[in-house]
């Protein structure tokens, strides 16, 4: 597992909103509700000068939308299945808008489900402090 650092200014992302006070497979409804209307949203997102989607997100929040990491380990908090956009640009109706603050990002590419795990567990040996939240990003190109 590779781990790399990077700082990301603030960008905005829209999307389809959930929490997973929302029960089990909150995320994949989310996803399918986002994919499924993608029409709705597909001409705000950010793209390439090829015209290429630059990001799908999976964000992450606490319940008070402050940015911070889910609480409870990492039990509860909200998600929003959705494409990156610039930031002038506003959600259409069912669809939420957050702007994500600026960081230094730690990132890795999963390679399987304990990829989060093994990342949790290397920051604790490093003695870092997890200061937000965890997201997931995939980049259209590479899928």
Known sequence: MEIKTCTKESFS???KE???MDGDAFVERLWDDANTHFNEVGGLAKTDENG????????????????KPWED???KG?????????DTAEAP??????????????YVKSEG???????????????ITLAGAVHD?????EN
Do not use: R
């Open 13 to 15: 992302v829209i999307g």
């Open 18 to 20: 959930g929490s997973t």
């Open 52 to 67: 290429h989607i630059l990001g799908v997100w999976g964000a992450m929040s606490d319940v008070t939308h402050s940015f």
């Open 73 to 75: 380990n990492f039990t």
């Open 78 to 86: 909200l998600y929003l299945a959705g494409i990156e956009v610039n």
């Open 93 to 106: 109706e069912g669809w939420v808008k957050w702007t994500i603050p600026s960081y230094e990002y730690i």
């Open 113 to 127: 489900l304990d990829t989060f795990k093994e990342v949790i567990a290397y920051l604790k040996q490093k003695g």
């Open 137 to 141: 990003f995939k980049c259209p190109e």
